[in-house]
Nanobody
């Protein structure tokens, strides 16, 4: 299992960024991009890790934290085995390292409860 995030950077408040999570899961049936959930998390210095969004690749159910509802959108591109997090109207409090993770092989609907595989993270900094 491999997850690779990209798309972080520095943006002014009110701006937008799109994060990408390239997903590689090889199961007994081969490469798969279904039957599991992908979550986006963030962690700011001195704060606990927070799950901000989740998408279930089996039924397309989604979850958003209250702090990002209406501003962030999670989506998938099956052709690219990639999950995106579109972040609009960014605020300084959105500054954090953002991680994607998968609950493979459990395959829960969102929000999932057990994520065993994580990407390396990408920094998002929002200036005021």
């Amino acid at each position: 299992v491999q997850l690779v995030e990209s798309g972080g950077g520095l943006v002014q408040a009110g701006g937008s960024l799109r994060l990408s999570c390239a997903v590689s899961v090889f199961s007994a049936s081969g490469w798969t991009f279904d039957d599991y959930a992908i979550g986006w998390f963030r962690q700011a210095p001195g704060k606990e890790r927070e799950e901000v969004a989740c998408i279930s690749l089996s039924d397309d159910s989604t979850y958003y934290a209250d702090s990002v509802k209406g501003r962030f959108t999670i989506s998938r591109d099956n052709a690219k085995n990639t999950v995106y997090l579109q972040m609009n109207n960014l605020k300084p409090e959105d500054t954090a390292v953002y991680y994607c993770a998968t609950d493979w092989p459990y395959g829960s609907t969102c929000p999932a409860t057990q994520y065993d595989y994580w990407g390396q993270g990408t920094q998002v900094t929002v200036s005021s």
